[in-house]
């Protein structure tokens, strides 16, 4: 068993992106919280005012040996849409940015060649916006954030944004999943 790493992504809402890296092999903690924003300590309610600077994020550890940096990255750019900035659907603010932040030189460099290497092949049709920088000022999300897909699996948002996000994962990458 090799030694956990930590790396943190902003792709939206951040009961979408924990609701998939919940089911992700190799993963073996998922946090939702708020990151590379000014004040410390945040709440949920300074964030949504988009004048923090914060994003909501996931804070991963995962097993290298179980799942490379790059595959926790292609799942991240398949379940969010990384071309648009400042938004995702219909959450629009600089705490929906995309972006991922890095705890090693090894992440950093990983994140920076598949962001190339997405515009080179145009995957997208537009740049990717995705911010690469080192993670500063993490802070947990309140409990009542946590799992919350798993808690409220019919509540409106989660059926109409977390629950297609989740279905597309389990999709496009059935072999690293736990199921």
């Known amino acids: 068993m090799g030694d956990k790493q930590v790396l943190v992504l902003g792709g939206g809402c951040f009961w ?11 993963v073996t903690d998922v946090e939702s919280g708020y990151s590379n924003g000014q004040p410390k300590q945040p709440s949920y309610e300074m964030v949504c005012t ?9 804070r991963l550890e995962y097993d290298p040996a179980q799942i490379s940096t790059r595959e926790i990255l292609e799942i991240f750019f398949v379940v969010h849409d990384p ?5 995702q659907g219909n959450d629009v603010g600089t705490q929906y940015r995309s972006g991922i932040y890095f705890t090693t030189p090894e992440q950093a460099q990983v ?23 080192p993670l500063d000022n993490y802070w947990p999300a309140e409990a009542y954030h946590q799992d919350f ?4 699996p019919f509540q409106g948002y989660c059926m109409a944004v977390a629950a297609p996000k989740v279905a597309k994962f389990r999709k496009t990458f059935a072999r690293l999943s736990k199921g």
Request: hydrophobic share 30%.
């Open 149 to 152: 897909f798993e808690r409220n």
């Open 50 to 58: 988009g004048t923090t600077g914060h994003n909501e994020v996931v």
């Open 83 to 87: 071309t648009t900035l400042n938004r």
């Open 16 to 26: 979408c992106t924990e609701a998939v890296y919940k089911e992700v092999r190799g």
């Open 111 to 133: 994140a920076r060649e598949l962001v190339e290497e997405l515009n080179r092949d145009g995957v997208y049709g537009r740049p990717v916006v995705t911010e690469v920088l």
